[in-house]
Nanobody
Framework: QLQLVESGGGLVQPGGSLRLSCAAS????????IGWFRQAPGKEREGVSC????????YYADSVKGRFTISRDNAKNTVYLQMNSLKPEDTAVYYC??????????????????WGQGTLVTVSS
């Protein structure tokens, strides 16, 4: 069964940092664009960042640009989301998803094949 497992969430103070991991099992991430999405309480899920399968090119939502960095380690079959300068409005459940298309398609929720179960990030003093 294809699976993505997120980890690294937790409670952090404003201005702090967290690194989320998205690890794949039963398939290789190399061939997929990987997107990070988040859903805050009472809000719709939104795309945060994406890294393509090739290049690799990256995409960031305006709200996280300059603070978050996405990267991939194909040897570990894992994608990371480094989150710095965290704000209370970053509080959400963060999900990763693997898509067979470009980041443009992934961020548009198209051709997504596997979702992780989510990891909770809480930014609060």
């Amino acid at each position: 069964q294809l699976q993505l497992v997120e980890s690294g969430g937790g409670l952090v103070q404003p201005g702090g940092s967290l690194r989320l991991s998205c690890a794949a099992s039963e398939f290789t991430l190399d061939y997929y664009a990987i997107g990070w999405f988040r859903q805050a309480p009472g809000k719709e899920r939104e795309g945060v960042s994406c890294i393509s399968s090739r290049d690799p090119s990256t995409y960031y939502a305006d709200s996280v640009k300059g603070r978050f960095t996405i990267s991939r380690d194909n040897a570990k079959n894992t994608v990371y989301l480094q989150m710095n300068s965290l704000k209370p409005e970053d509080t959400a459940v963060y999900y990763c998803a693997a898509g067979s298309g470009s980041c443009t398609l992934v961020m548009g929720y198209r051709y997504l094949e596997v979702w992780g179960q989510g990891t909770l990030v809480t930014v609060s003093s």
